[in-house]
């Protein structure tokens, strides 16, 4: 009776969230509205025609504005999936890859081996995980990276007896709470340093402080709730999926781990492959040469390269699983299907930017934040400045973008308040990072609660009390440095 009851309360409070795209669209409506009310203005930019516009600080001037009708709003989601076509085509081309690694039973024979050698400690797999994800965060910056993690990865939480939440918690949390404290990360901290006019080497103390605030935090919060729902599998947020998810994760509802297939040689190769393809991603993508690295050359790959480096891994698992041609191409696509969904969601997420760079209100609104910090207290200045990114990257959730429109005309603020740049650049991260995590504008995270079915009013309630810990110790960690430092 009581589990009856609990699922029926759960199934209650899950209709009363609204859907993924809905939050979207909602947002998208109601900045077309503030594109009525909102001035339009735009600053000087280095370079108007770079891919990555640099605004000069002090040149916000007011522009003919431009209100977005319903036909505009219309339009957004198309747009915003056009102008998202490489991050789309990556989403569907890892989902033709997972299929293609899972029909070679790789997948279930290295959950099976992890299981068997865990069982019984499988709660190790909580912060060694975590902590691998969360130094990745820190020092690559890893978000869109994680994508492939979670149908990998989750399946093996659930088999040990959590949920989807566990699985959740320690890929997107633990990636996100390192980037928050981004030692080395070449998309944030490299790109605001530079733009900041400083070393990406300035505030590195006080990041590896916020790192060991956030790492542990992230740790426990997990593994507190991982404890709880293993005792009183009630608890679990997503207890009124249980049976679904155990169907959808890991395909059979008597899941056995003694039953899945041997870890053979030839699937360790597979695994092996595809652990490769990641580590060849890595090296892709990372700027080497600005880390003081020379000894092979910087490829500065992005999502057409890992895109095709993902396919060419496809197509070396098809060669060694022996799969004929054509159940490859009906794998391949049975696989892009699945995360059609994930894909969809990011370009309408991009909708919301493209109302407000159509509207001339992205400059206005980044006006209004540099009028906010000026001529503040030390002190006061870390603390609002956290703020202002807080609502910059709302609308902004790409960290490059946010950095390259934001960082020259911020920076300089920090001169009059009396502190480091770097603060402006910890407080940047540190805001983006956690908005990534609850933002409904951020396509990754909308995508990746699709992908899990999970409802994002679930994420929420699951995720708030921790972010609300990291801001607070965020806050105080600023505001503890301009007065110790400054």
Known sequence: MKNTAVKKRRKRIQLKTPNSYVIIMAIIVFVAILSWIIPGGAYDYVDPHAEKLEPIAGTFHHVASNPQNLWDILMAPIKGFMQSTDIILYCLVIGGYLAIVKNSGAF????????????????????????????????????????????????????????????????????????????????????????????MGDGIGIRLVLLAIYIPAGVIFTMHYANKIKKDPTKSLVYHQREEQRKFFLKDDNYDVEKLPEFTVKRKLIMGVFLASFLVMIWGVLPWSDLGITIWPTMGWWFSELTAVFLAASIIVGIIDKVKPGKFMDLFIGGAAELLSVAIIIGVARGVSIVMSDASITDTILHYCETAVANMSSGLFAGINYIVFLVLSFFIPSSSGLATLSMSIMAPLADFAGVGREIVIIAYQSANAMISLIAPTCGLLMGVLAMTKTSFGTWIKFVWKLLLFAGIATVVVLVVACMVLY
Not at 161 to 175: N, P, R, T
């Open 108 to 199: 279930d024979a290295a959950i099976g081996e992890t299981m068997k050698k865990l069982k019984g400690r499988e709660f190790l797999l909580i912060p060694i995980l975590m902590l691998i994800f969360s130094l990745a965060g820190a020092m690559f910056g890893i978000e869109e990276e994680t994508l492939p993690f979670f149908p990998v990865l989750i399946p093996v939480f659930i088999a040990a007896g959590y949920d989807s939440m566990v699985g959740l918690s320690v890929i997107k949390i633990g990636a996100a709470l390192g980037v928050m404290g981004s030692v080395a990360n070449p998309f944030a901290v490299a790109i605001a340093s530079k733009f900041a006019g400083i070393s």
